[in-house]
C-alpha cells in the first residue's frame, strides 16, 4: 500500500492538513459570500435609504410651497401675507438643503438627467413665484392668479412627477440589490452543504484509509507472530514502507 511508504507522524499530519483544508476553503467561501452581502447592504444603507429620504422631504416642500403660494392669493391683510412670505423663504431653504445633501447620493444610471430635468423645472417654478409675488405686491391680483393656474400650476406638476421619477428609479435598484443578496445566500448555502458533504465523504476516505494503513502492518506483525509462536521459522518476512 503506498501509504505506508510514508511514516506514521506524517501521514497524520497529512491528512488533518487535508481536512483543515476543507475547513479553510469552506470558510473562505462563506467569508466572501458575506462580503457580498455587506456590500448590498451597505449600498442600500448609504446611498438608496437617504435618496430616498431627501426625494421625500423635496417633494414636501415643494407641495408646501404650492399650498403656501395659494394662500398668498387668499391673505386678508398685508400682515398675514408677510407671514406667508417668510414661510415661503424658509420652504426655499428647506429645498436647497435637500438638494445639496442629494446631489452627492446621484449614483444610477439616467438619474443625473431627471435631476437636471427637475432643478430645470424648480428654477422656473420659483422664478414665476417671483413674478407672482411681485403682481400681488403691486396689488394686481388678476394678473398674480393667472400666473399661478396657467404656469406654476404645470410646472409644479412636472417637479412631482420627475421626483416620483426619480423615486421609482431608487426603488428599483433597492428591489434589484435585494434580490442579489438573497440571490448570494441561497449560493451561499448549495456551495456550503456541497462542501459539507464533500467534507464528510473526504473525512471518510481519509479516515479508512489511513487507518488501514496503519492497521495493515499491525495485522502483519501478528500473523509473524502467531507464525513464529507455532514454530514455525521458515516463512520469509519482509517489510514493506517506512512503518
Not at 422631504?57 to 410651497?65: D, G, K, P, Q
Not at 406638476?157 to 426603488?171: C, E, H, R, Y
Amino acid at each position: 500500500m503506498w501509504l505506508r511508504q510514508i511514516k506514521i507522524g506524517s501521514r497524520l499530519i497529512t491528512a488533518f492538513g487535508l481536512l483543515g483544508l476543507v475547513l479553510l476553503l469552506q470558510g473562505l467561501m462563506s467569508l466572501q459570500t458575506m462580503s457580498s452581502m455587506r456590500a448590498s447592504s451597505e449600498e442600500i444603507e448609504k446611498n438608496t435609504l437617504p435618496t430616498l429620504v431627501t426625494l421625500s422631504n423635496i417633494n414636501l416642500n415643494v407641495m408646501r410651497a404650492r399650498v403656501f403660494t395659494f394662500r398668498l392669493l387668499l391673505a386678508d391683510s398685508a400682515a398675514e401675507r408677510d407671514k406667508g412670505l417668510e414661510t415661503l423663504r424658509q420652504i426655499r431653504e428647506n429645498i436647497e438643503t435637500d438638494q445639496k445633501a442629494y446631489e452627492p447620493l446621484i449614483s444610477l444610471p439616467g438619474e443625473q438627467a431627471l435631476y437636471q430635468d427637475f432643478s430645470h423645472n424648480l428654477e422656473l417654478y420659483l422664478q414665476n413665484q417671483d413674478q407672482m409675488i411681485s403682481k400681488l405686491q403691486a396689488n394686481d391680483t388678476t394678473e398674480a392668479k393667472r400666473i399661478m393656474d396657467e404656469v406654476m400650476t404645470l410646472q409644479a406638476d412636472k417637479i412631482t412627477k420627475t421626483l416620483i421619477s426619480i423615486g421609482d428609479l431608487n426603488t428599483e435598484y433597492a428591489g434589484k440589490q435585494g434580490e442579489v443578496t438573497a440571490q448570494a445566500y441561497e449560493e451561499s448555502k448549495l456551495l456550503n452543504s456541497v462542501v459539507i458533504i464533500a467534507s464528510l465523504i473526504a473525512a471518510f476516505i481519509v479516515a479508512t484509509l489511513l487507518t488501514r494503513s496503519i492497521v495493515q502492518p499491525m495485522k502483519e506483525a501478528v500473523d509473524i507472530s502467531v507464525t513464529v509462536a507455532s514454530g514455525d521459522l521458515t516463512q520469509k518476512i519482509s517489510a514493506d514502507g517506512e512503518d
